[in-house]
């Protein structure tokens, strides 16, 4: 076994990254990286529940089907699994799926609002302003269904009193999506706190949602 080695790395190392960064604390939050179909089966590298991600190694990381077995790998995979296997699902040009729980955009988590369109990288990277989905128990078919549906063609989603998912063409991509939503939810935060908020103007939105969507199907 371990054909797969090389794409649990690059989840391992970012996973190692993830705590390093502050985006997560102890064992929350978990990622994950689809990999090639083998023999007509989706398959994904993903991270374990309930170990800590200073300990973890290559072996640790579970290769697990879109019918959430286990495929390699003696740990438990990630509670939140088969809403890593929903997004893949439902967006086939998503091929990394990480979930936090930064500071910034779980406070906005908890206000109970959306972030909405306010910076340009936001557009071009993010695809739009960052939808709260709807509350849902943790690994239940109801957050998958939530998540989707506020996730839609967009790299980002919150949460509500949880945290943030990002999504990518890859987990580099996946990671600095992390990295933007955390920035945005910030600057949003202060904003508030100033008194104002101002949207982007329609037009920017129009131009930079094009980019965003032209990167997004690039070949790799």
């Given at each position: 076994?371990?054909?797969?080695?090389?794409?649990?790395?690059?989840?391992?190392?970012?996973?190692?990254?993830?705590?390093?960064?502050?985006?997560?604390?102890?064992?929350?939050?978990?990622?994950?990286?689809?990999?090639?179909?083998?023999?007509?089966?989706?398959?994904?590298?993903?991270?374990?529940?309930?170990?800590?991600?200073?300990?973890?190694?290559?072996?640790?990381?579970?290769?697990?089907?879109?019918?959430?077995?286990?495929?390699?790998?003696?740990?438990?995979p990630s509670m939140e699994t088969m809403l890593h296997v929903g997004i893949y699902q439902a967006r086939k040009n998503?091929?990394?799926?990480?979930?936090?729980?930064?500071?910034?955009?779980?406070?906005?988590?908890?206000?109970?609002?959306?972030?909405?369109?306010?910076?340009?990288?936001?557009?071009?990277?993010?695809?739009?302003?960052?939808?709260?989905?709807?509350?849902?128990?943790?690994?239940?078919?109801?957050?998958?269904?939530?998540?989707?549906?506020?996730?839609?063609?967009?790299?980002?989603?919150?949460?509500?009193?949880?945290?943030?998912?990002?999504?990518?063409?890859?987990?580099?991509?996946?990671?600095?999506?992390?990295?933007?939503?955390?920035?945005?939810?910030?600057?949003?935060?202060?904003?508030?706190?100033?008194?104002?908020?101002?949207?982007?103007?329609?037009?920017?939105?129009?131009?930079?949602?094009?980019?965003?969507?032209?990167?997004?199907?690039?070949?790799?």
């Amino acid at each position: 076994m371990g054909q797969w080695r090389e794409e649990k790395k690059i989840v391992l190392e970012a996973a190692q990254q993830m705590l390093q960064k502050g985006l997560v604390v102890g064992t929350a939050g978990n990622i994950s990286l689809r990999l090639p179909a083998e023999g007509g089966r989706e398959l994904l590298a993903i991270t374990p529940s309930a170990k800590p991600y200073d300990s973890l190694v290559v072996d640790d990381i579970q290769i697990v089907d879109f019918d959430g077995q286990t495929i390699e790998g003696n740990l438990r995979p990630s509670m939140e699994t088969m809403l890593h296997v929903g997004i893949y699902q439902a967006r086939k040009n998503v091929n990394a799926v990480i979930h936090t729980h930064p500071v910034f955009a779980s406070a906005v988590s908890v206000t109970g609002r959306d972030i909405p369109p306010i910076l340009d990288d936001q557009i071009a990277f993010l695809g739009g302003g960052i939808k709260l989905a709807r509350h849902a128990l943790s690994g239940s078919r109801e957050q998958v269904v939530n998540v989707v549906a506020a996730l839609g063609d967009r790299s980002a989603v919150l949460l509500p009193n949880h945290g943030a998912i990002s999504t990518g063409r890859s987990v580099r991509d996946a990671f600095t999506a992390c990295e933007l939503t955390e920035k945005t939810a910030r600057i949003y935060l202060l904003a508030l706190s100033a008194g104002t908020v101002n949207h982007l103007p329609a037009e920017a939105i129009e131009v930079e949602k094009a980019l965003y969507d032209r990167l997004q199907n690039e070949s790799e």
